[in-house]
């Protein structure tokens, strides 16, 4: 018999079962799952296998049962748009259904009108599918009246949900905001999230979680809001004896906007803006993997995974941060290009070059964004002349000298700064068609530089077909030079929300999200477009960009920075890579190789992609080494889950990334600091701890469930484990054992956990992290042979080590296809065997190793 492991075909396995929880083997919904719509009681019923909606059309109102057990978890739910409520009083309420086919699966559609004399009829749809216990909703109106209205907000549900639950029990939210808006668990009684919200409560299997959330953006931003209740009862509906104090959540999901939505006389309006639900799934990290992989096909035609590093010359070329030279030009990327080289990266992967042309005077490149205005203008603070100069004077120019090299060229923008003198030769261009309005009031996500004592003028209009068509020439220019994406700085200038639009029927959601989609189709779709959205963390421009930044100004790593992003798992990789702005290896806490191999692997575990802060030619013979310990970062919707996230503790310390049920790789990071002082931000929110790390034990728990902390291995079972920084066996350990390590100050501690096979198995390997996940495609014991045989990424002149449990076997002999192999002895006592593979070149090697017993 032959066991083999295939992370791919492992990964599109779990994303069906993630979608598709209800499906039998071979795919198709077994009959109990299919979904359906009839009328029973006075009621619209919707149903599947796993949830049933009932609207009363009597009323208004919905309600929603698990049919797991049969109770009810959503109570007197109502829609409403603006002030009109499905609710009203003197309605006329019918129904229809259809059955739909999309990128969630097949189902079918209860579409409700309700209609009040003289008002836009509301529209409710409630959508459900086969084998999926999530319910898609979606609201719209039918302005059948003679005037024109506009929509500034839409509610497809308010409502109650788990009356009489036991809601005090190991109760967490965990907010779903985005950018740099602060992500925690938190055990409140209310929270008010921007785009989605987890709630979970209980424990075992009494455990109960709850998602709710935005689907899909297209007009609207989205936020979800709950808030624990105490209710009396003896009210109607309520059949618990009267006076009796029982909890219920308060819950709401809904699209709002400043500008809204222009819905004109005897027009239909349904925007393409969906919502989530889902109570039926226990488990708080399945409920909201499912959550993040339904918005992925829903939303995202294509995410760009950043697999590569980035250079930001920006952060090279400022003092405090990455100390010179000062390189932030065409000439400076293309030499930084070349020490990449030099120092041997490029074996590893592509790197890419950020140009951050950023000049802050009144006249500057912002709108221009031509190599006219690129080839006049620099910041003369960090360089000495303009941005790009000969022999790269050019876009097309600079951008092909880095491709040439090895290089991906990236560009940066002030997203809707204006120049003035720009506003004064286009007026039209500019929002209200004038260069003279300004803003009225300080929004969500305000910039201060942007504000200062004075409101600032608005900037330009990208609903405008002028300002549009000289937007499609600007990125055309930048796609000759093969720019593979672009920075979007102060993304706050781009929120109008005064409006201003040649397009009427704009909402500014819709506005915001033009300027990405006029640079997506610019630059094509494998284009990598950031936006750095720090204070509105919004998920509105999801299925446009390829990352969004968390944090400020920064090139180090801390606790509450990682756990930012890991509390966002969920959605990390899977429909945006989350950025944490720059590192850099010489400014870790501690300042020593646990410091910067930390700042590398929490990079890699809790982010989406690394920006590094340094120049290559600055960085030493180890910090290059370990960097490239952590490269490629995987292409893979997945990261890792943080299953400490509930247990009460304030930053996770225990990531989990199960490869598959038999295969763990977990990160332990030692979070502890010899002061509780910290620098705070405006909100309180926790920036820059002020002591210095210290040493502590992590432990977890190897069978407990990742709901209550461990990591829900096989009691049953034993399992090897392998430290990579350390290059350490740790040990063999039951499957019901509590795993404990002593990490040093600063300390992240990658484990290999490996279930013990009956047969020689890998356990670890020396090139990547992950150690097999993306270095080791194949590797599959061949039984009748007594061979373990494999597949290796391996790097031209570096040994390419694997660690070999060889569980009763002896090891005779290794042979490799075109390289040099070899196999000794490492750990008799424990029966480990390194297997060193060799070759000059780049390759992926075929290789087995023979067994006797």
């Not at 109570?279 to 995202?300: K, M």
């Not at 809707?416 to 004064?424: K, L, V």
Request: net charge neutral.
């Amino acid at each position: 018999m032959i066991k083999s492991v295939k992370i791919p075909g492992l990964f599109l396995l779990l994303a069906a079962a993630l979608l598709h929880p209800g499906a039998a083997e071979g795919g198709r919904p077994t009959a109990p799952d299919a979904v359906r719509v009839f009328e029973q009681g006075g009621a619209a019923v919707i149903e599947n296998g796993a949830v049933r909606l009932e609207f009363d059309l009597g009323r208004g109102t919905y309600r929603a049962i698990d049919r797991r057990t049969g109770t009810a978890v959503l109570e007197e739910a109502f829609a409403s748009v603006g002030v009109a409520e499905s609710r009203a009083a003197g309605q006329r309420r019918t129904w229809s259904e259809r059955t739909v086919e999309d990128a969630l699966g097949r189902g079918r559609t209860l579409a409700l009108s309700c209609v009040s004399a003289g008002y836009p009829a509301l529209l409710l749809e409630i959508t459900l599918y086969d084998g999926r216990s999530a319910v898609v909703l979606g609201l719209g109106l039918d302005n059948a009246t003679g005037y024109p209205v506009r929509v500034r907000r839409l509610q497809p549900l308010d409502g109650r949900a788990f009356d009489g639950a036991p809601l005090n029990e190991n109760f967490f939210f965990l907010d779903g905001n985005g950018g740099g808006e602060p992500t925690r668990v938190i055990e409140d009684k209310t929270l008010r999230s921007r785009n989605n919200l987890l709630a979970t409560f209980g424990a075992g299997a009494g455990r109960r979680s709850f998602v709710l959330g935005g689907l899909t953006y297209a007009d609207f931003e989205k936020f979800a809001r709950a808030e624990k209740m105490a209710t009396v009862s003896g009210s109607p509906n309520d059949p618990a004896p009267a006076g009796i104090i029982a909890n219920s959540l308060a819950v709401g999901v809904w699209s709002e906007d400043p500008v809204g939505k222009l819905v004109d006389s005897g027009s239909r309006y349904f925007p393409p803006d969906k919502y989530y639900v889902d109570f039926a799934t226990d488990d708080p990290f399945l409920a909201l993997e499912r959550y993040g992989l339904a918005v992925r096909a829903a939303q995202i035609t294509k995410l760009s995974p950043y697999t590569f590093p980035s250079v930001c010359l920006w952060y090279v070329s400022v003092p405090e941060y990455g100390g010179g030279p000062a390189i932030n030009d065409s000439t400076g990327a293309v030499w930084e290009i070349e020490q990449v080289a030099k120092r041997g990266f490029l074996k590893y992967s592509a790197v890419a070059i950020r140009l951050v042309p950023d000049n802050y005077d009144p006249n500057n490149e912002q709108g221009w964004w031509d190599d006219e205005h690129f080839a006049k203008l620099g910041e003369t603070s960090l360089i000495i002349g303009p941005h790009l100069k000969p022999p790269y004077e050019t876009i097309k120019k600079w951008g092909q000298a880095i491709r040439s090299r090895g290089g991906l060229p990236l560009l940066y923008m002030q997203t809707n700064r204006r120049s003035e003198d720009y506003a004064s030769r286009f007026p039209g261009h500019m929002l209200f068609n004038r260069t003279d309005v300004r803003a009225t009031h300080r929004e969500d996500g305000k910039e201060i530089w942007w504000y200062g004592d004075v409101f600032p003028l608005w900037g330009y209009d990208f609903t405008d077909p002028g300002f549009i068509a000289h937007m499609r020439d600007v990125y055309a220019n930048f796609k000759s030079g093969g720019v593979a994406g672009l920075m979007y700085d102060y993304p706050a200038t781009g929120w109008a929300f005064d409006g201003g639009f040649q397009d009427d029927h704009a909402t500014t959601a819709w506005a915001y999200r033009n300027i990405f989609k006029l640079a997506r189709e610019g630059l094509g779709e494998d284009c990598y477009l950031h936006e750095r959205n720090l204070g509105r963390g919004s998920d509105v421009t999801l299925g446009l960009v390829a990352s969004q930044r968390v944090w400020g100004d920064t090139d180090r790593i801390n606790p509450a920075m990682a756990s930012r992003c890991g509390l966002r798992w969920y959605k990390n990789r899977v429909v945006t890579a989350y950025d944490m702005d720059a590192k850099n290896p010489m400014r870790c806490r501690p300042d020593n190789r646990d410091g910067w191999r930390a700042m590398y692997t929490m990079a890699y575990v809790a982010g989406g992609r690394l920006l590094l802060g340094a120049s290559f030619s600055k960085m030493t013979d180890d910090q290059l080494v370990d960097l490239s310990r952590t490269i490629p970062y995987p292409e893979a919707p997945k990261s890792a889950r943080p299953v400490d996230a509930f247990s009460g503790v304030e930053f996770p310390r225990v990531y989990d990334y199960a490869v598959d049920a038999r295969w763990h790789q977990v990160t332990l990071y030692n979070t502890a600091y010899d002061s509780a002082e910290w620098r705070k931000g405006s909100a309180g929110e926790k920036l820059e701890p002020q002591g210095k790390p210290v040493a502590s034990s992590v432990a977890v728990d190897l069978g407990r469930p990742n709901a209550e902390g461990g990591l829900g291995l096989d009691p049953a079972g034993r399992y090897y484990v392998f430290d990579f920084w350390n290059e350490s066996f740790v040990g063999v350990f039951p499957g019901n054992a509590r795993l404990e390590q002593n990490l040093r100050p600063g300390e992240a501690r990658m484990l290999s956990v490996h279930e013990v096979e009956p047969n020689p198995q890998f356990i670890s390997t020396s090139r990547h992290v992950m150690q097999g996940l993306l270095d080791l495609p194949r590797c599959a014991w061949d039984g009748p042979g007594r061979e373990l045989r494999g597949t290796s990424k391996v790097i031209g002149g570096e040994p390419f080590k694997i660690v070999i449990a060889l569980n009763g076997f002896q090891p005779r002999d290794a042979r490799a296809a075109g390289a040099g192999a070899s196999i000794r002895m490492i750990d008799q006592r424990a029966g480990l065997a390194e297997l060193t593979l060799t070759r000059s070149v780049n390759s992926e090697t075929e290789w087995r190793v023979r067994f006797s017993k």
